[in-house]
């Protein structure tokens, strides 16, 4: 991660008193060492509080009701999306579209978009660092349409080859460029202006994964230039059930509704329906309500806290666990060098399996995930199955590395 200097040091202690999972004696007679918040983060009192105080007094379907709850719940509501929008830096809220995870996102792309767009002769551009959220939905559409699939390969290390881009601009008429903007396997940070740059040169649309990016970096739809970005807000200290799709406003109001039933039209006849307006075009149904002011309540949070100094804060452990794992014989550390990752670790220890690794922790109370972590391309690409995984956030300290490490060291006097 770009680390700026000076950045105001992140208060761990004072940050960690907002999780009341911390409070609890985990397994081992210690807290939750809770080294996987890349799958899905812990969820601060506050983004709790903003949640029941809604559901406890502002509780109403959005949009229809005149009575005052229906309009409490309605600002509420419409109150989220604006801070989405400033977190984004969109030009206007009604580019937000809530739906219910990065995924969601994604396939709305893949399938308003991407089914109206595609054709033979086309090609849909993907990487071999995508989780599958970012890659099945594009190989699906692309089969359903006849463009080809191809995917920007990875060198040795597990970096993007962007110069191979050219190359596969010669299969075809390049239609979609979909990459993430950090792997959720190996923490890289990509390049994600330069490859929507590349794709707008060619005529193509970038659809930016931020799933992993928005928990960890600043995000700005402007400066990167995309077409599309999604995120969830689970991993980004919200609740689950909700994230966002940003689309730039002329593609959107030009696509086909993803999901068609109440809210999201303008007028019902027997023969014919026609769309509302935008955003509401893509939010058919009762939304995540009380999960959008959650996300807004975990946005206000990491604003209070400040990118600045999340990102030092997770560069801080990222170098300090890749210097203490890199220590062990055995270990194998994939990914790029610190400075080029946000708080994300993947390893493996000999030839022990990953969930054997995994449980040893457990027995610690060091929580890790362990397994492909839906990259299976990429597992291919570094010739492995599986690999472990310790990912950070803004209540990680470094006494958790410690317990890592510990654990590790374990794992390998069982099964070593
Ligand atoms: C990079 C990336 N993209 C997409 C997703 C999918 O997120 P969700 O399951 O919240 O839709 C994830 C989740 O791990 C991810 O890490």
């Known amino acids: 991660m770009a680390v700026t200097a000076g950045a105001a040091k992140l208060d761990t202690q004072k940050i960690r008193a907002d999780f009341a999972y911390l409070e609890e004696e985990g397994n081992g007679g210690k807290p939750w060492a809770f080294l996987d918040s890349a799958a899905s983060s812990q969820k601060p009192r506050q983004v ?47 580019e937000i579209v809530f739906t219910r995870q990065a995924t969601e996102a994604i396939n709305l792309v893949a399938y308003a978009w991407g089914l109206n767009n595609l054709r033979p002769g086309d090609v849909v551009i993907v990487t071999e660092l995508e989780h599958h959220s970012n890659f099945v939905p594009w190989q699906y559409i ?20 962007l110069d191979a881009l050219d190359e596969l601009a010669r299969d075809g008429n390049p239609k979609v460029v979909a990459t993430n903007f950090v792997s959720n396997s190996l923490g890289t940070i990509n390049d994600v202006a330069k490859i929507s740059a590349w794709a707008h040169d060619h005529d193509a649309i970038y659809v930016c994964d ?40 002329e593609l959107l109001e030009k696509m086909e509704p993803f999901n068609t039933g109440g809210h999201m039209i303008r007028r019902v006849r027997f023969d014919e329906t026609t ?58 550390l994939y990914g790029p060098p610190p400075d080029r990752r946000a ?11 990953p969930h054997d690794v995994a449980q040893v922790l457990d027995i610690d109370g060091v929580a890790i995930r362990a397994g492909h972590h839906c990259c299976q391309p990429l597992m291919g690409k570094l010739g492995v199955a599986a690999t472990n995984r310790a990912s950070f956030y803004v209540y990680t300290v470094t006494e958790e590395i410690d317990r890592l490490v510990d654990g590790v060291l374990r794992a390998k006097q069982l099964f070593g």
């Open 343 to 353: 708080g994300i670790v993947s390893f493996n220890v000999d030839d022990i399996h």
């Open 142 to 161: 692309a089969k359903r349409t006849g463009a080809t699939f191809r995917m920007v390969p990875l060198t040795d290390d597990g970096e993007l080859q």
């Open 275 to 332: 769309w509302g307006e935008l955003p509401h075009k893509f939010e058919a149904g009762t939304a995540p309500l009380a999960e959008a002011v959650g996300l807004g309540a975990a946005i206000d949070y990491l604003m209070e806290i400040g990118f600045d100094a999340v990102g030092a804060h997770e560069h801080e452990l990222t170098a300090y666990a890749l210097e203490r794992l890199a220590e062990i014989d055995g270990v194998t």
């Open 210 to 249: 931020a799933a992993q990016a928005a928990p960890h970096v600043p995000i700005d739809v402007q400066a990167i230039g995309a077409d599309f970005l999604a995120f969830s807000a689970h991993k980004m200290l919200g609740p689950s059930g909700v994230g966002a799709l940003w689309g730039r406003k």
């Open 48 to 94: 709790l509080d903003a949640m029941r105080e809604y559901y406890e007094h502002s509780y109403a379907n959005v949009h229809r009701g005149v009575y005052t709850l229906a309009e409490r719940a309605t600002a509420g509501f419409e109150g989220a999306r604006e801070k989405v929008r400033a977190f984004v830096n969109a030009e206007t809220a009604r």
